[in-house]
């Protein structure tokens, strides 16, 4: 009966295939207790607002396979109500195991959980986007509109995005803007170029291009855009690599030093390491591991890469290993995890940098096998 669960919530959620749907509808015609569960399913009331969602699979490596062994799967379209859905599925499933003279064994914890489980304590509270300039000082690029003196220049922000104009007397030397956790923003270059960036991402830059070459450099993940400019190549200083590019745009991601990624959407881009040039073609990936020095090049996905900038992350086939270096960055916790074989388990979906941090750990819970608990430091662990 697990299985039709499954699929009901599927039908629901709208991602259930052709084969699958035409299967349970047959079930639900023939099977009177079925049935009753649709009907009593279907008609749990759905949120009415158009809130973030999320949709994930889980898998664990099966000891005696390569391949993943799919374990269990719940997709919830709804999730910023998450636990209210959930609870009125839960309660449909705990009429049906009542009248088959089952018990609801395990399910039943979800409806349970909020109010049993620990919250972490409200320690990481985020900063805000600071801009420390070439002479030492700091300026808070939090509100929402303001112009800020530089001398006799001007910078503007609005919408989470800085911009200005270059002049002869703006400040010599190299500034750099650093984005929080959870947060993201855009940064116009005295070019025209746009770098947009990722949460507990850096830019360093100055504000005029006055060499040859127009040079920045990115820790974390940034989507840029480069202006054309004729005899002034653009580069991009990475961990480890350089990008020279020519009017493009490209996504590039160096969280982690030893796999760095460069994703190009149009144009043509030159990734460097040392003597050695790796040229990218639009739809291809540079992968590049500092402790092998090796580059992979291969398509990428552009949902995968991309959909950071409306506050999405894609995962397909992350292990718990992956997600647990991304969670701090979109939620400010520290993770550990403690069960080394927990960090093998295999996910795939998406998750909103919007919803509450709990939902999504309880849906992680109710996805597969892991577990979850704060210690009194409010570090999240997996178990």
């Not at 259930?16 to 079925?34: C, G, H, N, T, W």
């Not at 070459?213 to 202006?227: D, K, L, P, V």
């Not at 092998?292 to 890469?305: G, H, I, L, N, Y």
Request: aromatic fraction near 8%.
């Amino acid at each position: 009966m697990e299985k039709v669960y499954q699929l009901m919530t599927e039908k629901l959620a709208g991602i259930i295939s052709a084969a699958d749907e035409a299967l349970l509808d047959e079930l639900i015609e023939e099977d009177e207790q079925v049935r009753d569960l649709w009907e009593e399913i279907r008609l749990t009331p759905k949120p009415v607002n158009n809130k973030p969602w999320l949709d994930i699979s889980s898998f664990a490596f099966n000891s005696t396979a390569d391949e993943p062994e799919k374990v269990y799967r719940l997709p919830l379209q709804w999730v910023a109500a998450a636990l209210f859905l959930i609870a009125g599925c839960i309660g449909a499933w705990m009429t049906w195991r009542h009248r088959s003279g089952r018990q609801p064994a395990t399910i039943a914890t979800a409806a349970t959980a909020t109010s049993s489980l620990p919250v972490p304590a409200e320690n990481y509270h985020l900063s805000n986007t600071q801009l420390q300039l070439a002479d030492g000082r700091t300026i808070d690029l939090s509100t929402s509109q303001q112009a800020i003196s530089i001398g006799s220049n001007q910078l503007h922000t609005r919408h989470k995005s800085l911009t200005y104009t270059a002049s002869p007397d703006m400040p010599a030397g190299i500034n750099r803007i650093t984005v929080p956790i959870a947060s993201d923003y855009k940064v116009t270059l005295s070019d025209g170029s746009v770098v947009w960036l990722n949460s507990a991402s850096t830019l360093q830059f100055p504000f005029s291009f006055s060499s040859a070459s127009r040079e920045i450099t990115i820790q974390g993940e940034a989507f840029i855009t480069i202006a054309p400019l004729a005899g002034k190549p653009f580069i991009v200083h990475l961990p480890g690599s350089t990008i020279q590019v020519l009017g493009t745009s490209f996504n590039l991601n160096s969280y982690d030093k030893n796999h760095i990624r460069v994703s190009l959407v149009n144009g043509a881009v030159n990734m460097q390491l040392g003597k050695k040039t790796i040229p990218l073609k639009p739809g291809q990936q540079a992968v590049y591991k500092e402790t092998s020095e090796a580059v992979t090049v291969r398509p990428f996905d552009a949902d995968d890469e991309l959909s950071w900038r409306e506050g999405i992350y894609h995962f397909s086939n992350a292990s718990l290993d992956e997600l647990s270096k991304v969670i701090p960055r979109w939620f400010g916790v520290t993770v550990v995890i403690d069960n080394p074989k927990a960090a093998n388990t295999i996910f795939s979906g998406r998750m909103s940098r919007d919803i509450p941090l709990m939902d999504l750990l309880l849906v992680l819970k109710e996805t597969s096998a892991v577990d979850f608990y704060f210690s009194a430091d409010s570090t999240l662990h997996f178990k």
